[in-house]
Structures are given as structure tokens and as C-alpha cells.
């Protein structure tokens, strides 16, 4: 699944086509998403223009003069910016225009999300728990510190957890907590606060440098101009099981850990 890395670079790559530019057309193919799309989608957004193109954890915020579309990139989906008069092959489910441009987005497993929210988009169902960014001023060791207390959950689950902290998937919450040393199985509420300042910072490197590395491209993802990302290359633990690891050669864990695939190394980690 694009993870908040892999959003924001589609953001960045998207922003210049749509920032200002006023939406000619739209072109539905497939309303059958994660939620269905409204049928009067076209007829909402022909002639909004694009105030501001923002990202909210995981979802994208394309602010226009009456509202927002919504748009989430589900599990395996892409946006490009592409010539309008592409064939479309299998899985294209939506065309945004914008005169001579088209942003389109591929979705194979069809877990996406296009919707229209009139007026301020924060209260809608799907933004109005989300927690805080994690790249954002608000995610300080003392704010992961106080969300930890009396919690007996995982640590790495309480970083997927979109209600504390939003756009942290199951890659970066594996790599962040290799960085900062720690278990993903400590208990949340055991973490001291000098603990928290290593694993907020740990998050942040980790974030920034998979978006300076373009993401991270596994099956499907791919970037607005259709390049793929390199930060795979640069996994210390994710999809590494029983291989040494990078710092200590140890062989690295795999353990499933609400669901999904924990990876760790039991040298560098503590719980």
C-alpha cells in the first residue's frame, strides 16, 4: 500500500499540473472503488479550480472554490499525469482533465477512494479522527510519550495506528523502529521519554528519506511520471527475514504482529 512517503511524492509530482488549473473534464470508467464514486462527480467538479493541493496522512486534498475532492490511492493505486487522449488499459478507473493534461488513476485492487466533500474537508468521516502528522510540529517526543501511556499494545501497532499518528504503514513503522533500537513488540507504555525522542526522530529520518529516494516502488506503485522509487534498496529489515543484519549480522526476524509481517533484529532491538 502507498504509504505516506508515496503520497506525498505523488502531491509533489501532481501539484504543478493542477495548482491553480481549472478541472475541464472528468471521465468515470469504473465507479466501484472502496466507496462508490458519486455519479455526480463530473457535473460537481467541471470548472472548480484547484486552490491548493494538500496531503492529509494517507489522502489527498485536491481544495477547490466549494469544497474538496478526496482521493485515497487504496492499496495498489497510482495517479499520473498523462495526455488526456492515452488509451486507458485495464485498472485506469478515473481521468481528472485539466486542459491538456490528465491525471488518471490506476487502481488493479480497486481499494481506492474519489469523493467530494463541499466546504471544509476535516470534518469528514474519513479525516475527522485522523491523528497527527508525523512530519509535522505536533509529533514530539512528548506527544508520543503522553499517547503511549497505559497502553499495553505493541509499539509498532500503536505507530500504524492512524488515530495517534497518521501515514505510518507497516514498512516505515519496521524500518523506524530498527533505527531506534527498539523491539517492535515493546509495550507502548513502557517506552520512557528519552526512547520516544529517539524513535520520533528515527520516524522523521526515515519518512524524509524514502521521499528524498522517491519511495518506495512494490508492485504497483509508481510516481506521477511513471518512474519507479529506490528506497527498497535501502532496507535495513523490511522483507529480510533470515537475512544478516546490516549492522550486526545477526539473522533478522519475521513475526505477524496484528495481521502483518513484523521484521526485526533481535540484537539491535530491545524490547
Known amino acids: 500500500m502507498p504509504e505516506l512517503p508515496e503520497v506525498e511524492i505523488t502531491r509533489r509530482g501532481i501539484e504543478p499540473f493542477v495548482l491553480g488549473k481549472t478541472i475541464t473534464g472528468v471521465v468515470v470508467r469504473n465507479r466501484n472503488l472502496r466507496q462508490r464514486i458519486p455519479r455526480r462527480l463530473a457535473h460537481i467538479l467541471v470548472g472548480q479550480r484547484v486552490k491548493r493541493l494538500e496531503r492529509r496522512g494517507k489522502y489527498l486534498l485536491f ?12 492499496m495498489s493505486g497510482s495517479l499520473r499525469a498523462i495526455d488526456p487522449e492515452t488509451p486507458p488499459r485495464d485498472h485506469d478507473h478515473v481521468d481528472l482533465v485539466f486542459g491538456a493534461t490528465a491525471l488518471r488513476l490506476r487502481d488493479p485492487r480497486r481499494f481506492g477512494v474519489v469523493l467530494w466533500k463541499a466546504g471544509d474537508a476535516s470534518g469528514h468521516p474519513l479525516l475527522a479522527k485522523l491523528g497527527v502528522e508525523p512530519l509535522g510540529d505536533r509529533f514530539s517526543p512528548e506527544f508520543l510519550h503522553q499517547a503511549t501511556r497505559g497502553r499495553g499494545v505493541g509499539i509498532k501497532l500503536l505507530l500504524m495506528n492512524a488515530q495517534v499518528v497518521v501515514g505510518i504503514g507497516n514498512i516505515y513503522a519496521n524500518e523506524s523502529l530498527f533505527r531506534a533500537g527498539i523491539h517492535p513488540r515493546a509495550r507502548s507504555g513502557s517506552l520512557s521519554l528519552a526512547r520516544c525522542e529517539r524513535l520520533v526522530a528515527a520516524v522523521r529520518d526515515i519518512l524524509l528519506a524514502a521521499i528524498a529516494a522517491g519511495g518506495s516502488t512494490l508492485r504497483d506503485f509508481v510516481q506521477s511520471d511513471g518512474s519507479s522509487g529506490y528506497f527498497q534498496q535501502h532496507y535495513q529489515v523490511y522483507d529480510r527475514a533470515g537475512l544478516p543484519c546490516r549492522v550486526c549480522g545477526a539473522a533478522i526476524r519475521v513475526a505477524r504482529q496484528g495481521q502483518r509481517s ?3 533484529c533481535a540484537s539491535c532491538q530491545k524490547k
Open 262 to 264: 513484523s521484521f526485526f
Open 63 to 74: 481544495q477547490c472554490d466549494a469544497g474538496s475532492l478526496i482521493v485515497h490511492l487504496g
